[in-house]
Nanobody, 131 residues
Framework: QVQLVESGGGLVQPGGSLRLSCAGSGFNLKYYYVIGWFRQAPGKEREGVSCISSSDGSTRYTDSVKGRFTISRDNAKNTVYLQMNSLKPEDTAVYYC???????????????????????WGQGTQVTVSR
């Protein structure tokens, strides 16, 4: 059974940093998958933040986080990270990771920042950026 567990959220001041972790089980991070990070603020729809592909190493970011957030993976730990720097109040949201396991190579194409391709989701971790 595929499971994803997010951690690393918290309260941080504007300009600060956090690193979110997404620990996966039930699928092998060494094979084909795309893992995405999403966020949902109160009263808003869930939006794609970033994704990473195991097939070609491709990554993608939504425009609002480019240059501030970095996605990476550690296959040995079955974990994907989202390093968030220069945080802004508008980054406040519950952050979720999700995975698309695949039997063939799969890239982090533009459509992978939408929620529809993803089969499995974590429970979310709260990020609050405030003074």
């Amino acid at each position: 059974q595929v499971q994803l567990v997010e951690s690393g959220g918290g309260l941080v001041q504007p300009g600060g940093s956090l690193r979110l972790s997404c620990a996966g089980s039930g699928f092998n991070l060494k094979y084909y998958y795309v893992i995405g990070w999403f966020r949902q603020a109160p009263g808003k729809e869930r939006e794609g933040v970033s994704c990473i592909s195991s097939s070609d190493g491709s990554t993608r970011y939504t425009d609002s986080v480019k240059g501030r957030f970095t996605i990476s993976r550690d296959n040995a730990k079955n974990t994907v990270y989202l390093q968030m720097n220069s945080l802004k109040p508008e980054d406040t949201a519950v952050y979720y990771c999700a995975v698309v396991p695949a039997s063939v190579p799969i890239s982090c194409a533009p459509g992978m920042l939408m929620t529809s391709p993803y089969d499995y989701w974590g429970q979310g971790t709260q990020v609050t950026v405030s003074r």
